[in-house]
Each structure stands twice: as structure tokens, then as C-alpha cells.
């Protein structure tokens, strides 16, 4: 595990944001990984998982607090959670700014096509390439779709290990553009699911408020985030 923690960003949420500010302007490309106790966890039994968790080519941010305090025991010092929401978030709005294009892939059929509507209500200088719901038969041909696209920004929502797979698998093929998955946030930017209250992130209980809404996910938060905070 120790070579996954060195890999994870270890500065302030606004450095990152300024880090992210940087590739935008440069045309750079990017495979950002939010690092939380699932995708670790899964990395155990899965090599591809590992690689690109090394892989210094790749941007690993942490999401999770359990990630961070874990860190600790390897004398790793990170200063603070970065989740796919706030990434998601700042870039929409910098997308906005500059006139970037975007691309978005993942969620149910309703979650997405909410959320582009929001989009292009309130951040109506962002040029939407495309988007697909998460749940299509052929995922492949909707990443060959976003390749052929280039989009400079391209977030992609279908769940922890397998949007990071699905990146990956084309990462290879793409020059340039911002490719992160991002988890259950467009069930929040689409403001079909509420994010936790402020105080519950404050208190870095998200996790817990995830669970009292939907209370299906203990048995992943068991063999995931317990089993990981227990892990030497
Ligand atoms: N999802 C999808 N296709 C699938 C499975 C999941 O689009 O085949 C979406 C799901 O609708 C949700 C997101 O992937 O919007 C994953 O959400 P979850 O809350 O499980 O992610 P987490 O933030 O816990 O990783």
C-alpha cells in the first residue's frame, strides 16, 4: 500500500485546483483517480487496478477520510480530502470560464439527462460534446465515441473499480483532455441525491450520512472501508 499512498496528492484542495487550472490551460491529458478504501481494497485482487493506482503518469487525489488517516501509520502526510464532487464542481465552473468542451458518461437515463439541463443552465459557456447514460449495452463504443470527441474535460460515473477500468482501457488512445471518474456525483449535481449536510462533511462523516440514506451500502462500507481501516 505504501507505493499507492506516495502516489496520492499531498497538498491543499486549492493547490490542486490550481494544478488542475494548469492542465486545462495546456491542453495537458490526465487520468484522475479519487482514491477511496474501495478502489485500494479492489487493487489487492485486481493487477490492472494496482498499476494505474503506481502509475506516476496518473493524478491520484484522496477521497475518503479513511485514506487520509491511514496515511498517517506510513508517515505520509496529506492535508485533506478531495472528492469527486469538488473536482467535478471546479471544473464545471473553470469549463465554463474558458469555454472548455466536456463530455459525460455514467448514471441512470433521468440522473443525466437532469443534470445536462443544469449544465447548460447555469454554466452555458461549457460546450457539451455528448453524453450517454451509464447503463447503455456497448460501454466500449460510448469510450470510442469520447475519444473521437477530444473532449477537454470527460467525467465518467459508473461506480468504483469499473470507470477507472474503462479509462484506462483508452487512456493509451486519448492526447489530450481531464479523464476522472466520478462516482455517485452526478446523482448529487443533478440534485437527484442530496450531499451530505455540511456539518457531516465537516465532521468528516459523510460516509455515515451515505449510509443512513441509503442503508443497502453497509455491506460494501463493511468489506471495503472496515476491513481496509483494520488492514496493517
Ligand atoms: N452506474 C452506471 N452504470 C452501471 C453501474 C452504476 O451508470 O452499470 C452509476 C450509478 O447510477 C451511479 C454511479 O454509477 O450514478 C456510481 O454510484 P455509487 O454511488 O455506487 O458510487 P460511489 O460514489 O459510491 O463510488
Given at each position: 500500500m505504501q507505493e499507492i499512498f506516495e502516489n496520492i496528492y499531498n497538498k491543499s484542495k486549492e493547490e490542486y485546483f490550481n494544478y488542475l487550472r494548469k492542465l486545462?490551460?495546456?491542453?495537458?491529458?490526465?487520468?484522475?483517480?479519487?482514491?477511496?478504501?474501495?478502489?485500494?481494497?479492489?487493487?489487492?485482487?485486481?493487477?490492472?487496478i494496482k498499476e494505474m493506482l503506481i502509475n506516476k503518469?496518473?493524478?491520484?487525489?484522496p477521497d475518503g477520510i479513511s485514506v487520509?488517516?491511514?496515511?498517517?501509520?506510513?508517515?505520509?502526510d496529506?492535508?485533506?480530502?478531495?472528492?469527486g464532487v469538488d473536482i467535478s464542481e471546479f471544473l464545471l465552473?473553470?469549463?465554463?470560464?474558458?469555454?472548455n468542451s466536456l463530455y459525460l458518461f455514467g448514471a441512470k437515463k433521468e440522473v443525466i439527462?437532469?443534470?445536462?439541463?443544469?449544465?447548460?443552465?447555469n454554466y452555458p459557456n461549457i460546450n457539451i460534446l455528448g453524453y450517454s447514460d451509464g447503463y447503455v449495452k456497448n460501454k466500449d463504443k460510448v469510450m470510442k465515441e469520447i475519444i473521437n470527441k477530444k473532449p477537454d474535460i470527460c467525467m465518467i460515473a459508473l461506480g468504483?473499480?469499473?470507470q477507472e477500468l474503462f479509462i484506462n482501457k483508452y487512456i493509451d488512445k486519448v492526447d489530450k483532455g481531464i479523464y476522472i471518474g466520478v462516482g455517485g456525483t452526478f446523482d448529487v449535481l443533478s440534485g437527484c441525491k442530496k450531499r451530505?449536510?455540511?456539518?457531516?462533511?465537516k465532521l468528516n462523516l459523510e460516509w455515515l450520512y451515505r449510509i443512513i440514506c441509503e442503508p443497502k451500502r453497509i455491506g460494501r462500507f463493511i468489506k471495503n472501508n472496515i476491513v481496509f481501516m483494520f488492514k496493517k
Open positions: 486545462l490551460k495546456n491542453n495537458d491529458k490526465k487520468f484522475i483517480i479519487t482514491v477511496n478504501p474501495e478502489i485500494i481494497m479492489n487493487s489487492e485482487k485486481n493487477n490492472e503518469n496518473n493524478s491520484l487525489v487520509v488517516k491511514k496515511t498517517k501509520k506510513y508517515n505520509i496529506i492535508k485533506e480530502r478531495i472528492t465552473k473553470e469549463a465554463n470560464k474558458n469555454k439527462s437532469k443534470l445536462i439541463e443544469k449544465i447548460k443552465s468504483v473499480p469499473n451530505a449536510p455540511h456539518i457531516f462533511i
